[in-house]
């Protein structure tokens, strides 16, 4: 049996909330989601929760918005090695390279249905549950 997945959605807009945990829930048996609405409710929730296998974080976001949350956890020592996933509804070259710069380990662009979620919801637990297996630094 394969060991739970422990993903933190970070997003302030509640809809994609639901549209990004759905697909993921659709996609694996063993995945366990929390949800934060920003940065700093994310990192409360490492410090709280404890730190989660994989982040999967949107960009734009009001505070501590995604590209200063990938920052932040590269920038901790006890956080560093997390897999961080962008996604934002952004095409722009310039945040998709601010992204990965950062340590974002994958940008995806938001899709624009539910299958489309489910698509890429799939590509996220396909590529990260090998990653999650992998021993960890932290």
Not at 52 to 57: G, R, Y
């Amino acid at each position: 049996m394969a060991r739970e997945l422990n993903v933190l959605v970070v997003d302030d807009d509640p809809i994609d909330q639901r549209l990004i945990s759905s697909a993921l829930r659709k996609c694996s048996d063993t995945i366990n989601i929390r949800i934060a609405d920003g940065g700093v409710e994310a990192l409360d929730s490492f410090s709280r929760e404890g730190v989660p296998d994989l982040v999967v974080t949107d960009i734009k976001m009001p505070g501590i918005d995604g590209h200063q949350l990938v920052d932040l956890i590269r920038g901790t020592p006890k956080y560093c090695c997390v897999p961080v996933v962008a996604y934002s509804t952004s095409m722009d070259e310039q945040d998709i390279r601010s992204a990965y710069m950062e340590g974002a380990n994958a940008y995806i662009v938001k899709p624009s249905s539910q299958a489309n979620y489910i698509e890429v919801g799939r590509a996220i637990i396909d590529f990260w549950t090998k990653t999650a297996e992998l021993p960890r630094l932290n």
